[in-house]
């Protein structure tokens, strides 16, 4: 007679602790603060970013350095030392769309490079690059020694003695040789025999050419142009400097060790020259007067063409060749050249070459983002 009370009364204990639980679980879920669903991060993030695609934003906490205070920095470029009087120009940052541009640390940017030799190899908007650079390091360590040299009549070299940095630049606006062939200055076309010959022996490379690809008469460096055994006086220049790049990869290909050299190429850096091109009715002005970024593009040309050919051979090379991709951004930057506040020796408009402290600070802030 007892089992059947027992298991009566185990059965009514059961279900009280199964009620408790669930009045528990009930209780416990009204209780819990509801789950906040994760933000959804940009799509651009940890090495996936595009820094190229973005907009020039107000910040004034720029420039990043004062012209007055970059001893070294040449005349051609301190707009503001030549009596430029606005100043809304300097206080642009570049602001990619989906991500943050790493805001730029001098001694970071030093501890990247430290005991390796940097070198700029192309015309005067390389030189541009390399002044902005520099001027950026120095800002960095003002009381530390340095040194400014001249190589020769094409080859300066900055450097900080104590933080092993050393930064050069070469002047070759063409890449390839210029050789004289019967009193002839000939543009080789297949050859960078002797130009390469300065390019060794460093462990980041920053190249460029393309502006002196369209210079006629006087300003022409060459006489004639040899495209393998053919000898003429002119060509196509797109495709001269199409030919050029090619010559140009393939002794990258063949002659650098990428495992232990970056190499990277400035993109193509564009003028301002024609203001029907960002909206003027007319271009009596040029850049001269812009204040200002411009907010929508209408640029077609040889400079986008050149740009994009540019892009296509060094993916041709199959070689890790980073591509500065500063045209684009470059081309809503009206406001950044020294227009009649270039070098006082030389009268006219300048609206291809950039102030400084300016828009080359942001390309060197780009090459700090992709150095490893």
Known sequence: MKS???????????????????????????????????????????????FYDGKWVVDYKYPLYNAKDCPFLLQQFDCVGNGRPDRAYLKYRWQPTNCNLARWDGKEFVRRIKNKEVLFVGDSLSLNQWQSLACMLHSAFPRLNYTVTRNGPLMSTFSIPSKQVTLSYVRNALLVDIVREKSKRVLKLNSVAVSSKLWTGYDILIFDTWHWWLHTGKKQPWDMIRDGK???????????????????????????????????????????????????????????????????????????????????????????????????????????????????????????????????????????????
């Not at 009566?8 to 819990?32: E, G, M, Y």
């Not at 010559?247 to 301002?272: A, E, L, M, R, Y």
């Open 4 to 50: 059947p009370m027992i298991f009566h009364w185990l059965i009514i204990i059961t279900t009280i602790i199964c009620f408790n639980n669930s009045v528990n679980n009930i209780l416990a879920n009204k209780l819990r603060p509801p789950a906040v669903a994760p933000k959804k991060q940009p799509k651009n993030l940890a090495g996936k970013c595009d």
């Open 230 to 372: 053919v000898l003429r006086k002119d060509m196509d220049r797109l495709k001269a400097y199409e030919k050029a790049l090619v010559t140009w990869g393939k002794w990258v290909s063949n002659n650098i060790n990428f495992n232990k050299v970056q190499v990277f190429f400035q993109g193509i850096s564009p003028d301002h020259s024609n203001g029907t091109q960002w909206g003027k009715k007319t271009n009596t002005m040029q850049c001269k007067g812009e204040q200002k970024p411009v907010k929508r593009l209408r640029y077609l040309g040889d400079t986008d063409e050149a740009d994009m050919l540019l892009g296509k051979v060094l993916g041709k090379t199959g070689k890790p060749i980073h591509l500065l991709k500063l045209n684009k951004m470059s081309q809503y930057r009206v406001d950044g050249h020294p227009s009649i506040y270039g070098s006082p020796r030389y009268k006219g408009m300048d609206c291809t070459h950039w102030c400084l402290p300016g828009v080359p600070d942001t390309w060197n802030q780009l090459l700090y983002a992709n150095l490893i």
